[in-house]
């Protein structure tokens, strides 16, 4: 294994590229420690030692990541790629991650489902929880476990944007049958909302 290139992303950090296409960031003090330089052949034990450090600080940097507000699979995934961790550490750091329950896609759906139940309609969530990297079976799983009343949604959706049941006009009723239809809300429930009123 041979060190392709090194090159400086700051005054802290380089990015070494090996040359089998693998790259990673290392502190510019830990490539001087480990006589690191171009066209350098790796031998087994710092590569070892790399991947230790590499390991250690995936870890660090994912659970920072998520002490913060609760990730899905995907979006840490994406953060630590962003971060410059090869894929091999990034499942060993995510497989570690769930082991412990630190991660977990389930908790993260119900937990968002819960707190956006009361204003955004089923559709809504089910395309903003694919958008998150959550699967199609987690995704029904959440909604089987959790009753939603989507007419009541529908009129909370309404009260909130002050809509007046009693005295509004056809354009305004019309206006507000497309916001809705627009946020993913079924046409017949909100007819039925708009009918019974308040």
């Known amino acids: 294994m041979q060190v392709v290139s090194i090159r400086k992303i700051d005054k802290k950090k380089s990015e070494i590229e090996l040359d089998d296409g ?21 031998s087994q034990k710092i590569y070892s030692e790399i991947m230790l450090i590499l390991k250690k600080r995936c870890k660090e940097r994912a659970l920072y990541i998520i002490e913060r507000r609760d ?23 995510i497989e570690f991650l769930e082991k412990y329950d630190y ?8 937990s968002y489902v819960k707190s956006n139940m009361h204003s955004k309609s089923i559709r809504q969530m089910e395309y903003q929880l694919r958008a998150k990297g959550l699967d199609r079976d987690t995704i029904n799983n959440i909604f089987n476990d959790i ?35 627009s946020k993913g809300f079924n046409y017949d429930d909100i007819i039925d909302v708009v009918r019974k009123g308040s």
């Open 22 to 42: 693998e790259k990673f960031y290392l502190y510019n003090g830990e490539v001087k420690r480990l006589s690191l330089c171009e066209d350098y052949e790796l």
């Open 71 to 93: 990730k899905t699979k995907f979006e840490l995934r994406k953060k630590l790629i962003e971060s410059g961790y090869p894929d091999s550490i990034i499942d060993l750091t």
């Open 103 to 110: 991660l977990n896609d389930l908790r993260y759906g119900i």
């Open 147 to 181: 009753n939603i009343e989507s007419r009541e949604v529908i009129r909370k959706v309404l009260v909130s944007r002050r809509f007046d049941f009693e005295n509004a006009s056809y354009e305004e009723k019309n206006k507000q049958l497309k916001y809705l239809l």
